[in-house]
């Protein structure tokens, strides 16, 4: 047994393996397809809002000529069209009219006012043997070209008028079959060749006498909104974020003579996905046929499957390479070993820059001690002024401590050196200034500086009474080495301030903070209206 034991494993795993192989390739194949049928249902959602937006169009208009029971001019009608903004929100629309009906021998009134509206005397090429017509009496966009169409009776169009007697049936919206609609010319002048499309119609009853028996003595006339098929889909598909999805959407059923648009990027057919929805557009169906494009991408890697199943085989073989993988293990304990002792000495030399930091704060501790009982009239101003100096430096060291770069931010070490002396809330535009990381002794110094500048303030300044007296605001300036960091500190509100008799130790230790240990330079100016300090320091980070 122990003979065949390689084998025997070798083929177990082999067939795990290829079973799971077989399950990652029908599973992603699942996935792909629920990822197609989201991007087909955001399409044709995006494609049912536009027509939604298109038939309220039309709603609108209905309302409009409702409310007017006596008839629209074509100065009224040329207004309300103007403030549709057609461009920019209704995109496809090619005309925008009222069909008037008339029974045979009416075509008398209709031309009287075409006429009256338009100033033309149209011709009236209607069929004969139809029980009423519907011909065109007021059009938008009217120009040049499209006033030709006026008088046209669209009811000789068998597909338009079965549209137009549903909407005598029920009153409600009702669209067309795919129509060849001659379009407008281009910015040339020069004709474009027919496209498809359809027309909505809307009934217009008399006297608002609901729609049923004798529908056309209850109809006065119809208005209809006509529109480019391509222009419609492109602007429902073209917003971000684009659809990885090509559509045909056909009239009714699928079939060519009834296509009104066919996405121009062609479908790659490679992934076998295919799915169709079907709408309503003013109760008439449409169907709807999605294939994904090439922007298409499956979920999960279609080499999954085959990986894991060489996965198997790799796995079955590595029963006869044991051996190789202790010397690898061997290998790992080594380089293990060594990173030990490399973190080690890492550790060493951190605890030296510890020994090195913790010795520099604890003198500079015991000057602040010394200095600050020197100029302490008594144990309690000395506990008062050293414990609040200490706080200075803690706050300093608790931020660089925070910081992974060892680095502080200028304006939260503003703020908190700010607030422990005032004890409140800063007012905004008290700070102003670009984001500036400071290293570790630039902190520790700068803290102090800002604790003893704020301390005055607080004692002889207008910012004891108010804090919105103060106003700190900095800037880098220059490149390179030569980059210098600009604070200026303005205390407002005193006026005809002057300058002490005597140099306190808070002001001694800005100094040496400044001057000394950060190289840089400090001004006073007692002004009338208060006190401005400017400091200017070499900045290389």
């Known amino acids: 047994m122990r003979k065949f034991f390689p084998t025997i494993a070798f083929v177990a795993v082999a067939l795990a393996s290829l079973v799971l192989a077989g399950f990652a390739y029908f599973a992603a194949r699942e996935a792909a397809r629920i990822k197609f049928e989201a991007a087909a249902d955001d399409a044709v959602g995006r494609i049912e809002s536009r027509l939604d937006l298109h038939t309220s169009l039309l709603r609108a208009t209905e309302a409009f000529f409702s409310a007017r029971t006596g008839g629209v001019s074509r100065a009224e009608f040329d207004k309300f069209y103007q403030t549709l903004d057609v461009d920019g929100n209704f995109a496809g629309l090619l005309s925008l009219g009222y069909l008037k009906l008339i029974r045979p021998g009416g075509e008398a009134a209709a031309r009287d006012e075409i006429r009256s509206n338009y100033g033309i005397d149209p011709a009236f090429p209607l069929a004969d043997g139809l029980e009423w017509h519907a011909p065109i009496t007021l059009i938008e966009p009217h120009d040049g070209e499209s006033q030709r169409y006026l008088g046209y009776d669209v009811a000789i169009d068998s597909v338009s008028r079965a549209a137009m007697e549903q909407a005598m049936a029920d009153g409600a919206l009702h669209a067309s079959g795919r129509r060849m609609l001659d379009p407008l010319p281009d910015a040339k002048g020069e004709a474009k060749s027919a496209v498809p499309g359809f027309v909505i119609f809307a009934r217009l009853g008399v006297g608002g006498v609901p729609a049923g028996q004798d529908a056309v003595a209850k109809t006065k006339g119809f208005l209809y909104a006509a529109f480019r098929a391509r222009d419609l889909f492109e602007v429902a598909l073209g917003k971000a974020p684009q659809l990885p999805v090509n559509l045909e959407v056909y009239d009714q059923s699928i079939d060519l003579g009834n296509l009104l648009y066919r996405s121009e990027i062609s479908p790659v057919h490679g992934y076998g996905l295919k799915t169709m929805r079907m709408i309503e557009v003013a109760g008439r169906p449409w169907a709807v046929v999605l294939r994904p494009t090439a922007a298409f991408t499956e979920p999960s890697s279609p080499f999954v499957p085959v990986v894991l199943g060489l996965f198997g085989l790799l796995l079955a073989g590595t029963i006869a390479m044991i051996a190789r993988y202790q010397e690898r293990a061997f290998d790992a304990a080594t380089r293990l070993h060594e990173t030990t002792e490399k973190s080690l000495m890492e550790k060493d030399l951190m605890l030296q820059e510890m020994r090195h930091r913790i010795k520099n704060s604890i003198a500079r501790v015991l000057a602040i001690a010394r200095q600050t009982a020197a100029h302490s009239a008594d144990l309690k101003e000395f506990s008062s002024s050293f414990s609040a100096r200490l706080q200075s430096m803690a706050a300093s060291q608790d931020m660089l401590t925070r910081s992974r770069r060892q680095q502080a931010d200028l ?89 002490p008799a005597k140099t306190g130790f808070g002001t001694k230790l800005i100094d040496m903070n400044i001057t000394r240990e950060l190289r840089g330079t400090i001004e006073r100016e007692f002004r009338e209206d208060g006190l401005q300090v400017k400091i200017r320091i070499p900045h290389s980070n």
């Open 411 to 499: 304006g939260d070490l503003l703020r908190i050196e700010l607030g422990q002396v005032f004890g409140k809330d800063l007012p905004d535009g008290l700070l102003s200034g670009p984001q500036v990381l400071l290293d570790e002794t630039t902190t520790q110094a700068l803290g102090l500086t800002f604790h003893e500048l704020a301390t005055n303030a607080l004692k002889y300044g207008e910012a004891g009474s108010s804090v919105g007296a103060l106003r700190v605001d900095w800037s880098v300036d220059g490149q390179g080495r030569e980059r210098m960091l600009a604070l200026n500190w303005i205390e407002a509100g005193k006026l005809n301030l002057e300058a």
